[in-house]
């Protein structure tokens, strides 16, 4: 298990977020200096003032606590629609870093950052969601103390800029679905001691299962030549294998592993993997991480270790109520995969945003399979292509090492595209060349290139459906699942578009994994747990389709889809866990429910309801179905169960939904409704699938 180094100093006393926030790349023998905390905060209201030398002297009124958005409660500021302000802070610098270089580093500025340090400007960098970090040189020469401006520029009109779900002004097309922006400081910033010649990246992969393939990329003054050492630490360690840096700036190696073991979410193992770089500036140790873990695709199913998967996935979009897309703690990060996990969901689809690394390193660690995917601008100009395509390489350097990460998003519904793909060169062109750009950076993980909407070159074809009729979602599904090309979006009370899945004839039909990329529906927490069952069953009842992506784990501001209150209270869904409907196997009845709170209504007679059985567990299971009454809304019974009716034997395969059998029943006596449990076997307690029916009686007339 890969633990942070003990080494590490104690961060200053009013910080949040204290921990090293790169578990992913440590430097556990350096020094590093968490710049989180109280620091000087000026508006700039017209964004009039461009250098230190302009701003007024003397101690600012004003402080944000970083690092959260200033339009967030936590920071102390909130000020909304604000594009432009200044940060200042003051650092001691430790003595024992002479004759090593000194990086300052950010976790993520949104979205233009202009950085001075005692006077002298280092560095500016453009772009809100991926890390970046500045060579400040000597700490001899810095002094003993440093003075850290930065003016950070967050314009209101984001249209053009990647920003996912901040909202814009002037507003654009999803200003329904958007919240309220995140400008300034959002990651933790940092000092980190080095020498002059650094290791500035490491590529690590898994995928044959056999070993680790690891590029090793090296910056500075020495570098070309310089001789790497690295090893597989851990229970079994392997021989260090040793080479040098290229003129390239790199160097490749492949670290076998005798008796690989390999990550899944049964068995997250990590391999941590130590690198030092010797150069005549000394000697840089920096730690990583990855997993031994392989995914494919062959024909219509995707592969895990080349074991079929089925994604049982749901939508997070990374927002907390007082601190905005920054979690209050990395606890709180790892809370979130622990509901996730907890409602039955083996992947987590992080939407329009690159999440905190620390996140990553949680699902590497709890074995929770990420969709990552990148923020997306809202209109198609040639400089919000540029913008967003210029998020694909750091997000590939600075997560592509997480083995958690199955699939890689770009585009979504077209954002920064105007909605309008088929018929438009241009936008299939940019589409094709952000896939080229990410597969020539990773292919060991399958490409979604315009997630629930036309696609054009992709290793998925998924599309996101909402629709709050079971009988048309049913009707609609069956055909999506044979060959249907279009599908319905209500993009407004009166207005339905029938979007296209592929963007013309060069779009592979079959042999493409088919998936689900967004669904759900309800108002009150009773329709939403009601749709939940009903249109996840219909997912399932169908081969073809390979997984789906649930919206939503949490509610988000005024949006209220969540499984979960905003504040991570649990909904009650009407009185039922969710678990029980993502499990790995799951029944499916052959009914056409009512409406929520009834899914039947019998009257006194006798009714039959055929129970299929959804599994994805890696063997055959001969099983029967059996069934027990309980109240209006109660909970699963477990060992109290009764049984009631029966049906079976049933043999279910794996990833093939059995034939039905039918339960027999009724309404109990003088109950006006009641709450049908079904589940396999014949133990309740250590059943594989349960379900249920709400039934109420209706008078016949």
């Not at 968490?34 to 002297?57: T, V, Y």
């Not at 930065?150 to 097309?173: E, T």
């Not at 949006?559 to 790995?584: C, M, N, Q, S, W």
């Not at 409406?595 to 007679?605: E, K, N, V, Y």
Request: hydrophobic residues 35%; contains cysteine; charged residues 25%.
């Amino acid at each position: 298990m890969h633990q942070h180094p003990s080494t590490l100093p104690a961060p200053r006393p009013d910080c949040p977020r204290p921990e090293y926030p790169r578990p992913d790349r440590e430097r556990p023998s350096a020094g590093w200096l968490n710049l989180n905390g109280s620091w000087e905060f000026l508006p700039d209201e017209s964004s009039r003032w461009a250098a230190p030398d302009d701003l007024p002297s003397g101690t600012w009124p004003d402080t944000i606590l970083v690092p959260f958005a200033w339009e967030t409660t936590a920071s102390g500021v909130e000020r909304p629609w604000l594009e432009t302000a200044w940060y200042r802070t003051v650092v001691d610098i430790p003595g024992e870093w002479s004759g090593r270089h000194v990086f300052l580093c950010f976790g993520a500025v949104h979205h233009e950052a202009s950085i001075w340090v005692n006077g002298r400007p280092v560095g500016e960098h453009v772009g809100g969601y991926v890390p970046f970090e500045l060579n400040l040189g000597d700490a001899g020469d810095l002094g003993p103390r440093a003075e850290v401006v930065i003016r950070v520029h967050a314009p209101a009109d984001k249209r053009s800029i990647p920003h996912g779900k901040q909202r814009s002004i002037p507003r654009d097309d999803y200003d329904g679905v958007s919240f309220t922006p995140s400008s300034g400081i959002w990651q933790t910033v940092w000092l980190e001691a080095r020498p002059a010649t650094y290791v500035e990246r490491i590529d690590l992969r898994g995928d044959s299962l056999t070993g680790i393939d690891a590029t090793v990329v090296a910056a500075g003054p020495c570098a070309a030549g310089a001789q790497v050492t690295i090893r597989i630490d851990g229970d079994a360690p392997v021989e260090p294998v040793r080479t040098r840096i290229g003129d390239d700036g790199a160097a490749r190696v492949f670290l076998p592993v005798t008796e690989p073991r390999l990550w899944s979410p049964a068995n997250p193992y990590l391999y941590r993997v130590t690198t030092e770089l010797d150069s005549s500036d000394g000697t840089d140790v920096v730690t990583s991480y990855t997993g031994l873990r392989r995914v494919t695709t062959d024909g219509e199913r995707l592969f895990l270790n080349d074991e079929p998967l089925y994604v049982r996935g749901v939508l997070d979009q990374g927002y907390w109520p007082a601190t905005g897309i920054t979690a209050p703690s990395s606890e709180a990060l790892h809370d979130d995969l622990r509901l996730a996990a907890a409602a039955g969901f083996n992947l987590v689809r992080k939407h329009l945003k690159l999440e905190d690394p620390l996140w990553l390193h949680g699902a590497d660690r709890m074995g929770i399979l990420v969709w990552a995917e990148p923020a997306c601008t809202s209109r198609f100009t040639p400089d919000g292509v540029a913008a967003f395509e210029e998020q694909i390489a750091p997000m590939v350097h600075r997560d592509g090492n997480h083995p958690s990460i199955i699939i890689w998003g770009l585009y979504n519904e077209e954002w920064g595209l105007d909605w309008e793909v088929p018929g438009d060169i241009q936008k299939k062109d940019a589409l094709r060349r952000a896939y080229d750009l990410l597969a020539d950076l990773d292919r060991t993980r399958p490409i979604v290139d315009n997630s629930g909407w036309t696609h054009v070159k992709t290793d998925l074809v998924d599309w996101h459906y909402y629709d709050e009729s079971p009988s048309s979602w049913a009707h609609t599904l069956a055909e999506l699942a044979a060959d249907r090309e279009t599908f319905p979006v209500r993009l407004g009370p009166d207005h339905v578009e029938h979007k296209a899945i592929y963007a013309d004839d060069g779009v592979p039909r079959t042999g493409v994994p088919y998936l689900n990329g967004e669904y759900g529906g309800g108002f009150t927490s009773l329709e939403r747990g009601w749709h939940l069952r009903w249109q996840t069953q219909e997912l399932r009842r169908h081969a073809r389709v390979c997984g789906y992506v649930y919206t939503e784990l949490t509610d988000v501001e005024h949006e209220t889809a969540g499984l979960y209150y905003a504040d991570r209270t649990r909904k009650d869904l009407g009185g039922f866990d969710p678990a029980i409907v993502h499990a790995p196997t799951t029944l499916i009845f052959d009914v056409e429910p009512i409406a929520a709170g009834t899914d039947l209504a019998p009257g006194t007679d006798e009714f039959d309801v055929p129970v299929r059985i959804s599994h994805h567990g890696p063997s055959s299971l001969r099983t029967v179905v059996k069934a027990a009454w309980t109240s209006a809304g109660a909970p699963w019974l477990g060992d109290e169960a009764k049984v009631e009716a029966e049906a079976g034997p049933v043999a279910v395969e794996p990833f093939v939904v059995s034939e039905p059998v039918t339960i027999r029943t009724a309404l109990p006596e003088g109950w006006a409704a009641g709450r049908l449990w079904c589940w396999t076997g014949d133990d309740p307690t250590d059943a594989a699938a349960v379900g249920f029916l709400d039934v109420g009686f209706v008078e016949h007339r």
